[in-house]
């Protein structure tokens, strides 16, 4: 069975940033598209970005220009860099990898907490 590993979560002030990466146990990366979500105490779960298998980024518009999420098939890693967090970016953050043919995939979560 395939996991997924999140790590590079942890407390930072407002404004600064973080780099999160989640990897797969095994090679399946290159057929899967690669997503970041989080989930913040008492809220649903959102979708903060998205890479397709060709590469094309789409983003929350929460965080557009702020983050950028980025894959690399040969490592099974996906990585979401995120700069000027906000206190509202505080959350467990989850990488997700989704194929229409395959059962979805989903890491365990790293929490991200932004504050002074």
């Known amino acids: 069975q395939v996991q997924l590993v999140e790590s590079g979560g942890g407390l930072v002030q407002p404004g600064g940033s973080l780099r999160l990466s989640c990897e797969a146990s095994r090679s399946i990366f290159s057929v899967y598209a690669l997503s970041w979500y989080r989930q913040a105490p008492g809220n649903q779960r959102e979708l903060v970005a998205t890479?397709?298998?060709?590469?094309?980024?789409n983003y929350a518009d929460s965080v557009n220009g702020r983050f950028t999420i980025s894959r690399d098939n040969a490592k099974n890693t996906v990585y979401l860099q995120m700069n000027s967090l906000k206190p509202e970016g505080t959350a467990v953050y989850y990488c997700n990898a989704r194929n229409p043919f395959l059962p979805d995939l989903w890491g365990q979560g790293t929490q991200v907490t932004v504050n002074s």
């Open positions: 890479i397709t298998t060709g590469g094309t980024t």
